[in-house]
Antibody, heavy 122, light 109 residues
């Protein structure tokens, strides 16, 4: 079945750029017309949607993060990526990647990667 | 952006029925999805489109949605159901479409 696995730096200095990759296995990232999303969860807090990349390559971001976020896809490697610039301690969180299912009017997330903790600290 | 409101906690005895609510303005006009998250684990989808269950999710998990409240119902609660539960909608008319509720901690007494 489809599996997602996040990877990237677990420690990022303030003002630098957080970079994560989500490797997709058990299926092609290009098939099915799916979208692919990033979601984060600060320690002890709830879930926050970061954004997604549509199968066409179009992207859509949380307005509160939009100026700092870039989501891209590398179809040759069957993976998609997240870059978040100018990070602060408030960006410390577990970052999850997930597949988006649904359509224009309703999207949900399934499956999710196991998550990776990113700490912003000098 | 659209706001979803969940109670912080719900407690229930084993074998009883747990109901976790998710409030939002006219949420009945949207499709609601529910996730279960156990400590140290990633969220797992348990209900989508108000009341559909993904493959592998027990029939004990069900959902409903009407008016300003959506509800996740867990029948015959087991100790293994103890977890955080999050509701989620996709507000396609908003510039912030991906919205999660604040989460509810289900405690099995």
């Amino acid at each position: 079945q489809l599996q997602l696995q996040e990877s990237g730096s677990g420690l990022v200095k303030p003002s630098q750029t957080l970079s994560l990759t989500c490797a997709v296995s058990g299926g092609s990232i290009s098939s099915g017309g799916y979208s692919w999303s990033w979601i984060r969860q600060p320690p002890g807090k709830g879930l926050e949607w970061i954004g997604y990349i549509y199968h066409s390559g179009s992207t859509y971001y949380n307005p509160s993060l939009k100026s700092r976020v870039t989501i891209s896809v590398d179809r040759s490697k069957n993976q998609f990526s997240l870059k978040l610039s100018s990070v602060t301690a408030a960006d410390t969180a577990v970052y999850y990647c997930a597949r988006c299912l649904g359509g224009s009017y309703s999207n949900w997330f399934d499956p999710w990667g196991q998550g990776t903790l990113v700490t912003v600290s000098s | 952006s659209y706001v979803l409101t969940q109670p912080p906690s719900v407690s229930v005895a084993p074998g009883q029925t747990a109901r976790i609510t998710c409030g939002g303005n006219n949420i009945g006009s949207k499709s609601v999805h529910w996730y279960q998250q156990k400590p140290g684990q990633a969220p797992v989808l348990v209900v989508y489109d108000d009341s559909d269950r993904p493959s592998g999710i027990p029939e004990r998990f069900s959902g409903s949605n009407s008016g300003n409240t959506a509800t996740l119902t867990i029948s015959r609660v087991e100790a293994g159901d103890e977890a955080d539960y999050y509701c989620q909608v996709w507000d396609s008319s908003s510039d912030h479409p991906g919205v999660f509720g604040g989460g509810t901690k289900l405690t099995v007494l």
